[in-house]
């Protein structure tokens, strides 16, 4: 790859100052705009698969802590049934 020249950088230059030159305050306003909606779309997008993520992890360890609970229950009561009283519940609910 070639290094750019000095009249190519200026040729750039002119290119570019030209376009902007172009543009009113309207559409510049427009512009912004549009990029400052679709930032906002794309983070938005993201922290929600980040929460969706964490409240997922949040249900599986209440899933594991209430499957936890009754297995105590069951060891502790297993003559009167306590545990699969309990069992029943939570399915119902």
Same mark, same amino acid.
């Given at each position: ?19 902007? +030159?172009?543009?009113?305050? &309207?559409?510049?306003? #427009?512009?912004?705009?549009i =990029?400052? *909606? ?24 209440? +899933?594991?802590?209430?499957? &936890?609970?009754?297995? #105590?229950?069951?060891?502790? =009561?297993? *003559? ?11 399915k119902?609910?």
């Amino acid at each position: 790859m070639s290094k750019i020249t000095v009249p190519e950088s200026s040729g750039i230059a002119g290119i570019v100052s030209a376009i902007c +030159a172009s543009f009113t305050l &309207a559409e510049i306003g #427009a512009m912004v705009g549009i =990029a400052t *909606a679709i930032l906002s779309f794309m983070l938005n997008a993201i922290y929600m698969r980040r929460k969706d993520a964490r409240e997922q992890r949040q249900a599986d360890l209440a +899933a594991r802590e209430s499957e &936890a609970r009754l297995a #105590a229950l069951d060891l502790h =009561a297993p *003559a009167t049934g306590k545990g699969e009283r309990v069992k029943r519940w939570l399915k119902g609910r």
